[in-house]
């Protein structure tokens, strides 16, 4: 048996995963989410712990399983958002700052100001963007007294999730690949810290993880952490790329989106062997990033990223209290025959690919006396769908080809209307696998392959299609659908430039 932990935005996710790939036991809890400023984002480190120790604990009782039987834990979480800690008391120095954080927004525009966005773009494959985890640790370093001296000489540490979990779980200050190439101090091709951006960020590189393959060795659970398990911990990855793989998207031209927080459609590029220059290839509002590495092998994958999708239905729930629960929308968008030109811009914290502006912010038109709560949840499903198409089309024009089938995995694919709206308006069939929650399948195959317990062809024959959707509306209705969406995008931008 396989422990899977996924670490998501809003909650933390267990598995446990028999030899089959079938979870046997599940459990779930959500944390709190803080707002200090506008468009900042954190979450309490020690709560994040605390919470996936629980829920480990709670998988393994409803899989009516000892601890002690565990045969290895595979890690899968929330990317980008940064925790730093004293490596010597395990104590949170500071509240997490999430990968939904504009803070550093700023700072990013005086970097691209000052001319470092093509040295940033060319070394790690991403934009300048508050985004990722480089700017957030530097906020730290300037904002919280005496960390830099603390980071210099060992007393601070930096990790995303993943390596928070791991220092929690082994007691080693570590981290893989996928998670270290969203941090905007990862060079792609030498595949490690880069001294010239840590010094760009003032950054110690004394202060960051060491970087493991995504596969194999992280140490093993200290006693008495999760009861008895002393198993391996034996794959780690960060959410989306966690997802790639469960969805055994492992050869070259094969993608996936995830429906989530956020949604990130992402393709496997190959390895540096399979670019034409023997090295990844970076494109325009796109990501390049790290998928995974296995031994000294590292497939690479092109990544389009939405920040708001699921988290704009969980603003219907939680700030408007327009609905209970989120299945409620689904009947909601059914209930009416069109949007009648009500359109959401969730741009809670910007927009993400392809249009890459932190500045944007959330957006209603459309609205008349006649708009009512059902008008509101569709216009948040069909955003939903809209932004997938955009990140979508970005990605056909990068990679040359069209896409042909969409897989599909996260929550929001238990939405049957969503899903069929997502085929119609995008023009191909969405499939939807047996297994909804393939991030935290990837995460027990990661760690599975790293202990021998499965090979990569096991987990290609493991995955298995529970429905598909295939589009019903006229190409001419959807492209008017977009037209609507593409005129409340624009009026969303550049709305938060400060002075």
Not at 230 to 258: H, I, S
Not at 314 to 328: F, K, M, N, T, V
Not at 352 to 381: K, N
């Amino acid at each position: 048996m396989i422990l899977a932990i996924d670490q998501g935005t809003t909650g933390t996710t267990c598995f446990v995963v028999d030899e089959d790939g079938v979870p046997m036991g599940r459990a779930y809890r959500e944390f709190a989410q803080h707002f200090p400023q506008p468009g900042w984002v954190e979450h309490d480190a020690g709560e994040i712990w605390a919470t996936t120790r629980a829920v480990a604990l709670e998988a393994c009782d409803d899989a009516g399983l000892d601890p002690a039987q565990l045969a290895a834990v595979g890690i899968t979480n929330q990317r980008e958002t940064v925790c730093v800690w004293d490596p010597a008391t395990g104590e949170p120095l500071h509240r997490a700052i999430v990968w939904q954080d504009r803070r550093t927004a700023g700072m990013c525009d005086r970097l691209r100001d000052e001319g470092h966005e093509p040295l940033v773009r060319r070394k790690t494959g991403l934009v300048l963007d508050p985004y990722f985890s480089g700017t957030k640790i530097a906020w730290l370093l300037e904002h919280l007294p005496e960390l830099r001296e603390r980071a210099e000489r060992g007393t601070a540490v930096f990790g995303t999730i993943d390596s928070w979990l791991l220092f929690n779980l082994t007691g080693e200050h570590v981290t893989e690949p996928s998670n270290a190439s969203r941090t905007m101090l990862f060079d792609l091709k030498a595949g490690d810290w880069d001294p010239e951006l840590c010094e760009l960020l003032g950054v110690p590189i004394r202060a960051l993880p060491e970087v493991r393959p995504s596969i194999g060795g992280f140490g093993r659970v200290r006693e008495g952490v999760l009861g008895g398990a002393t198993c391996p911990v034996g794959g780690a990855a960060g959410d989306q790329q966690a997802a790639l793989y469960g969805q055994a998207c492992l050869d070259r031209g094969e993608g996936k989106n995830t429906y989530g927080t956020g949604s990130f459609v992402l393709l496997n590029t190959g390895t540096a062997d399979d670019f034409p220059e023997g090295e990844p290839t970076v494109h325009d509002g796109l990501i390049t990033t790290v998928a995974w590495q296995i031994g000294a092998r590292t497939v690479y994958a092109l990544e389009a990223s939405v920040f708001a999708t699921g988290a704009a239905v969980q603003w219907l729930r939680d700030g408007l209290r327009i609905i209970d629960s989120a299945g409620e929308t689904e009947g909601l968008a059914g209930s009416l025959t069109s949007n009648d030109g009500v359109y959401l811009v969730p741009a809670f914290a910007g927009l993400g690919a392809p249009h890459w502006d932190p500045y944007a912010r959330g957006t209603i038109t459309g609205l008349t006396r006649g708009s009512t709560r059902a008008h509101l949840a569709r216009a948040t499903l069909e955003s939903i769908a809209f932004q997938t198409v955009d990140a979508v089309r970005a990605m056909e024009a990068a990679a040359g080809d069209d896409l042909r089938v969409l897989k599909a995995d996260g929550g929001a694919t238990a939405n049957r209307w969503l899903m069929q709206f997502q085929a119609d308006v995008l023009g191909v069939p969405v499939v939807v696998p047996a297994i909804h929650e393939t991030t935290a399948l990837g995460a027990a195959f990661l760690a599975g392959v790293g202990v021998g317990a499965w090979s990569q062809r096991d987990v290609s024959r493991t995955w298995r299609q529970a429905a598909e959707y295939t589009p019903r509306m006229s190409r001419d209705e959807a492209a008017t659908l977009h037209v609507g969406w593409t005129d409340a995008v624009r009026r969303s931008l550049r709305q938060a430039v400060p002075d």
